[in-house]
C-alpha cells in the first residue's frame, strides 16, 4: 500500500507486464497547490533491492518535508524550452499548436537565461509588466490570462522533473476582464457575407457551413468524408478543440453541399479525405484571410468567426435555451454561452411571466385496469 504522510503520497512497487525487475511509482506533493510531482522508477531486479530502494525514497521524502527543502537541478529556462515544447506539442496532439507557439516564443525569449528553480511571484509579475507596457505590440488582461493559462504548464513539468519546487503562475492572480460582447448578425448579414465570396466557390460552400453549424475555423476545415451521416442527417465533429466529439445537426443548404462535395469524391479513395482540402493543411488560416480579404473589398465587417458568434446570437434571439446552444456551439461551460444572453428577444421576460402566471395543467386521471 502506498504510505501517506499529510498531504504526499509516497510510493508503491509494481512489476510490469513482460519486463523484468520492479518499479516504484511515487506521488509527491499536494494538486490543491501545484505542486505535485508524478514518477516511475526502476528500483531494482529482485523485490528485496526495490524494497531498500523505497525505503531510502521514504527517508528522502521524509527529510525534505521537515526540513521544508528538497533537491533540485538550476536549468534555464532556455534549456528547457526545447524539451518541454516537445512534451507539450505531443500531449496536444491533433489539436493546431500555430496559435500558441508565438506566445511560449515571447515567453522563453523574456526569460531567456534566468534559472527555472529561482522563480517567483516577482518575475511573473515582471512578465506581465512587461506584456503590458515592454512592447510595441502591447496586451489587454484577457491576453495575459491567457499567458497565465500558457506559463502553469511549464512549472507543473518543471516540477515533474525536479527542476524547480513550484508553480509561481499559480501564485498571482489573473488579472479580470469582461468577455467581449459578440456580434449579432441576422439572415440578411449572413447571406451578404456568402454573397461576397461568389468568385471563389470552394470558400463560399465552406463559409456557408460555418454559417449553419456553428462550427470553429478548424473543425470545419478538417471535416472529413466519414463525418457525413446523412443516414442521421448528421456532421459528426471528431477535431475538437475540447477533443470531445459533438453531432450537429445539417440544415438543407448544408445538407445540399455534403451531398455534393460526396458525390465529386465519389471515385478518389484517400486517407485523409477532407472535404476542404485546401484549406484542412492550414486548419482553415488560408480560408480566414481570403474570407476576410474579399469582406473588406466588399465594404463589410467581419470574420470566419463572426459566422460562428451569427449562429449563437439567432438561436438566442429566436428564444433557444442557453444549454441547447452550448450543445451546439460545442462550449465546455455555460460561462461561454452565457455570452449570447444579451440577444435574447426582448419579449423574453414577459414570456416567462406570462407562463408562470398560466394555470397549472391538471393531471390526467389514471385508468383503471379492468
Known sequence: MPRRSGRSVYGSLYQRPGRPGWYVRTR?????????????????????????????????????????????????????????????????????????????EVIFKWLGERVVKDADAALIEDFYTYLKTGRKRTVGPRSIA?????????????????????????????????????????????????????????????????????????????????????????????????????????????????????????????VPDYLFPRFARHYGRNAGTSFKHRLTKAGLPGTLHWLRHGVGSRLAQRGVPLPVIQRILGHSTIRQTMRYASHLPESAVKDAMAALARPKAEPKPERKAE
Open 146 to 270: 491567457h499567458y497565465r493559462a500558457l506559463l502553469s504548464p511549464i512549472f507543473k513539468w518543471a516540477m515533474g522533473r525536479s527542476y524547480s519546487v513550484r508553480n509561481p503562475a499559480l501564485e498571482v492572480k489573473a488579472p479580470k476582464f469582461e468577455e467581449p460582447t459578440v456580434p449579432y448578425l441576422s439572415d440578411e448579414d449572413v447571406d451578404a457575407r456568402l454573397s461576397a465570396c461568389s468568385d471563389y466557390p470552394d470558400l463560399r460552400d465552406y463559409a456557408l457551413v460555418l454559417s449553419d453549424t456553428a462550427l470553429r475555423r478548424a473543425e470545419g476545415a478538417r471535416l472529413d468524408r466519414q463525418d457525413v451521416d446523412l443516414r442521421r442527417n448528421l456532421l459528426v465533429i471528431r477535431n475538437t478543440k475540447g477533443k470531445k466529439f459533438r453531432e450537429v445537426p445539417m440544415t438543407a443548404r448544408v445538407r445540399a453541399v455534403m451531398e455534393r462535395l460526396l458525390t465529386v469524391r465519389a471515385d478518389e479513395l484517400r
Open 28 to 104: 509527491h506533493g499536494s494538486r490543491k497547490n501545484g505542486t505535485l510531482t508524478e514518477k516511475t522508477e526502476y528500483a531494482g531486479l529482485d523485490k528485496e533491492t526495490a524494497t531498500l530502494y523505497l525505503a531510502e525514497l521514504h527517508r528522502k521524502y521524509d527529510r525534505e518535508d521537515l526540513l521544508g527543502i528538497r533537491t533540485v537541478v538550476p536549468v534555464t529556462f532556455a534549456e528547457v524550452k526545447k524539451p518541454f515544447l516537445d512534451f507539450y506539442w505531443a500531449k496536444c496532439g491533433s489539436k493546431d499548436p500555430s496559435s500558441l507557439k508565438a506566445k511560449y
